[in-house]
């Protein structure tokens, strides 16, 4: 089966740097994907890592080691509007097409 | 502007009736997906669809049928069987294998 452990909760200032972590099991990986998610919302996709190493976008950065099968996303200059639900997601091959199997999220809440 | 939509936003029907959500894309992608998203949980996969007149299981489709005439469109039915139908149901089409664009989702509850 695919699993995938993130932490459920994460506070953290605004202005400052926090990491969230990204633990997977699963048969067969493309890669890792990360979604954000407000609250009522729609995911909306990030960031992606196919292969080892940091991805940087903006104030964003996803890193990869797939010999650790460990991700984790990086959040710099935090803002208020940072506040929402941060899912990891393993591509993973599926039948002429691919599959994204979720974590559970992370809910981040940026404090003043 | 090119986007995904699904209606309606709310949907309300009573235990045993089957209902259909309806998810509709101009992006002109071939694949298609819908998940189902239970308070503080993360998405999970019911069906998707690579091309038109084919679609796959996902990881929870008992109780769920699709269809995919058209490449714009991808509904959903839950149907009786479904034992537990009330959550929040999302639509997504993707042209790459790395990023899926998601619909609003739609809120079904069960009275």
């Known amino acids: 089966g695919q699993s995938l452990e993130q932490p459920s909760e994460v506070t953290a200032v605004e202005g400052a740097i926090v990491q969230i972590n990204c633990t997977y099991q699963?048969?067969?990986?493309?890669?890792l994907s990360w979604y954000q998610q407000h609250d009522g919302g729609a995911p909306t996709f990030l960031s992606y890592?196919?292969?080892?190493g940091l991805e940087e976008t903006g104030r964003f950065s996803s890193f990869l080691s797939r010999s650790d099968s460990y991700g984790y996303l990086l959040l710099q200059e935090l803002q208020m509007k940072d506040s929402a639900s941060y899912f990891c997601a393993v591509s993973r091959p599926g039948a002429g097409s691919y599959q994204l199997t979720f974590g559970k999220g992370t809910k981040l809440s940026v404090i003043p | 502007d090119g986007g995904i939509t699904q209606s309606p936003k709310y949907l309300f029907r009573k235990e045993g009736q089957n209902v259909t959500l309806s998810c509709e894309q101009n992006?002109?992608?071939?694949?298609m997906y819908w998940y189902r998203q239970d308070p503080g949980q993360g998405l999970r996969l019911i069906y998707y669809s690579q091309i038109v007149n084919d679609f796959q299981k996902g990881d929870i489709a008992e109780g769920y049928s699709v269809s995919r005439e058209k490449k714009e469109s991808f509904p959903l039915t839950v149907t009786s069987a479904q034992k537990n139908p009330t959550a929040f149901y999302l639509c997504?089409?993707?042209?790459?294998?790395?990023?899926?664009?998601f619909g609003p989702g739609t809120r079904l509850t069960v009275l």
């Open positions: 699963t048969s067969g990986f493309y890669g």
């Open positions: 997504a089409s993707s042209s790459e294998y790395n990023e899926q664009f």
């Open positions: 890592n196919g292969l080892d």
């Open positions: 992006l002109n992608h071939d694949a």
